[in-house]
């Protein structure tokens, strides 16, 4: 059997035609359920609705957040569960399964190693491949019609939960993501291009000096949530010479 990986964006708006072609020739979509009322998963959903494919939910297994100190090792085990969740449905079904991946597969995205480890296992014979999505860096940048970086120089995307270890190590230019709010204590003289939601309905974007925008970002932050009931944001970051 086959599994395509398929980046969808931001939502139905941002499907390529290659995507779109690819979508007509699945028998069906794969996606995990993270939570009741998961509102990503409903984007997901109206990408399949465009194309006429039905959705299979999957429940994401639960994964142990309390110990940070153990990171790697609480999420392999999160990863083996989902694995094991995966292999079920595509036992099932067979034929030809779309896994439809919010922005690019390739930018901090599991499913790839997902599909990767149940292709290695060899428990559900697949054969895979994967096709590119736009990224909320992508998204980001063209909102704010901006370069990510100068001419010839570096970009560095990190966790916000890495972003002081970054400063730390000299980076200058850096794309902040998996953030739970704009935390940019020490970098007030810095210059922020963030946005939230970006690519829907309830998208938020501001720019300037850290330390003038910080109380801007965070109120947009908030009526995003509020608006949309999630939230997802993303910034650049750079040091001022
Ligand atoms: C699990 S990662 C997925 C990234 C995705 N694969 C991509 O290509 O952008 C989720 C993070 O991506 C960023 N993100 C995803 N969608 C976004 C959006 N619509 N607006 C702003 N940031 C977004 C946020 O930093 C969020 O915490």
Same mark, same amino acid.
């Given at each position: 059997?086959?599994?395509?990986?398929?980046?969808?964006?931001?939502?139905?708006?941002?499907?390529?035609?290659?995507?779109?072609?690819?979508?007509?020739?699945?028998?069906?979509?794969? +996606? $995990? !359920?993270? #939570?009741?009322?998961?509102?990503?998963?409903?984007?997901?959903?109206? %990408?399949?609705? &465009?194309?006429? *494919?039905?959705?299979?939910?999957?429940?994401?297994?639960?994964?142990?957040?309390?110990?940070?100190?153990?990171?790697?090792?609480?999420?392999?085990?999160?990863?083996?569960?989902?694995?094991?969740?995966?292999?079920?449905?595509?036992?099932?079904?067979?034929?030809?399964?779309?896994?439809?991946?919010?922005?690019?597969?390739?930018?901090?995205?599991?499913?790839?190693?997902?599909?990767?480890?149940?292709?290695?296992?060899?428990?559900?014979?697949?054969?895979?491949?994967?096709?590119?999505?736009?990224?909320?860096?992508?998204?980001? +940048? $063209? !909102?704010? #019609?901006i370069v990510l970086h100068g001419v010839g120089r570096p970009v560095? %995307?990190?966790? &916000?939960?890495? *972003?002081?270890?970054?400063?730390?190590?000299?980076?200058d230019n850096?794309?902040?993501?998996?953030?739970?709010?704009?935390?940019?204590?020490?970098?007030?003289?810095?210059?922020?291009?963030?946005?939230?939601?970006?690519?829907?309905?309830?998208?938020?974007?501001?720019?300037?000096?850290?330390?003038?925008?910080?109380?801007?970002?965070?109120?947009?932050?908030?009526?995003?949530?509020?608006?949309?009931?999630?939230?997802?944001?993303?910034?650049l970051?750079r040091r001022?010479t």
């Open positions: 059997m086959r599994v395509r990986v398929l980046g969808i964006g931001m939502g139905p708006r941002h499907v390529t035609a290659e995507v779109a072609e690819a979508l007509r020739g699945c028998d069906y979509a794969v +996606a $995990a !359920r993270k #939570r009741e009322g998961d509102e990503l998963l409903a984007l997901r959903r109206a %990408v399949c609705d &465009a194309y006429g *494919l039905p959705l299979v939910a999957v429940p994401d297994p639960e994964r142990d957040r309390n110990d940070p100190a153990d990171y790697p090792a609480a999420v392999a085990a999160w990863h083996e569960a989902r694995v094991a969740a995966y292999e079920r449905v595509l036992g099932e079904r067979g034929g030809t399964a779309a896994f439809l991946v919010w922005g690019d597969p390739a930018l901090y995205d599991s499913t790839l190693r997902i599909v990767a480890r149940v292709a290695e296992r060899g428990v559900v014979p697949v054969e895979y491949d994967v096709l590119p999505g736009i990224s909320a860096p992508q998204l980001l +940048a $063209a !909102r704010h #019609r560095h %995307v990190t966790p &916000a939960r890495r *972003l002081n270890e970054a400063v730390a190590a000299g980076q850096i794309v902040v993501m998996l953030g739970s709010g704009p935390v940019f204590e020490g970098l007030e003289e810095w210059s922020v291009w963030w946005g939230a939601n970006l690519g829907t309905d309830t998208e938020e974007l501001v720019a300037g000096r850290v330390g003038d925008v910080l109380p801007a970002i965070g109120a947009a932050r908030a009526r995003a949530r509020e608006r949309a009931g999630w939230v997802m944001d993303a910034a970051l001022n």
